[in-house]
Nanobody, 121 residues
């Protein structure tokens, strides 16, 4: 059984910071890519940032220069450091992981349940 779980969400004032974390767990699990997406009420889910185990990163234009994604390969954990937060950043943030199991070549996509980020004064 594979599990992906986010944590670190909460309430922060505009201009503040939060650090989200997401851990993937399971037997014989090999991560290829992990990422963060977000969904605000009435809007579609959108990409925030992704990172490969090799360290290649990708960011949405709206968060470049403010957010930083990183990965701890030994812990199968991805982090999202969010600085200079804006009200527009408020959303449920979801973590995903693209991974292989048991050394087999097939890749699978797993999603976490999400963590709420609220930006308000």
């Amino acid at each position: 059984q594979v599990q992906v779980a986010e944590s670190g969400g909460g309430l922060v004032q505009p201009g503040g910071s939060l650090r989200l974390s997401c851990a993937a767990s399971g037997s014989a699990l090999s991560i290829y890519n992990m990422g963060w997406y977000r969904q605000a009420p009435g809007k579609q889910r959108e990409l925030v940032a992704t990172v490969t185990t090799g360290g290649t990163t990708n960011y949405a234009g709206s968060v470049k220069g403010r957010f930083t994604i990183s990965i701890d390969n030994a812990k199968n954990t991805v982090y999202l450091q969010m600085n200079s937060l804006k009200p527009e950043d408020a959303a449920v943030y979801y973590c995903n992981a693209i991974l292989s199991l048991g050394g087999l070549p097939a890749r699978y996509l797993y999603w976490g349940q999400g963590t709420q980020v609220t930006v308000s004064s």
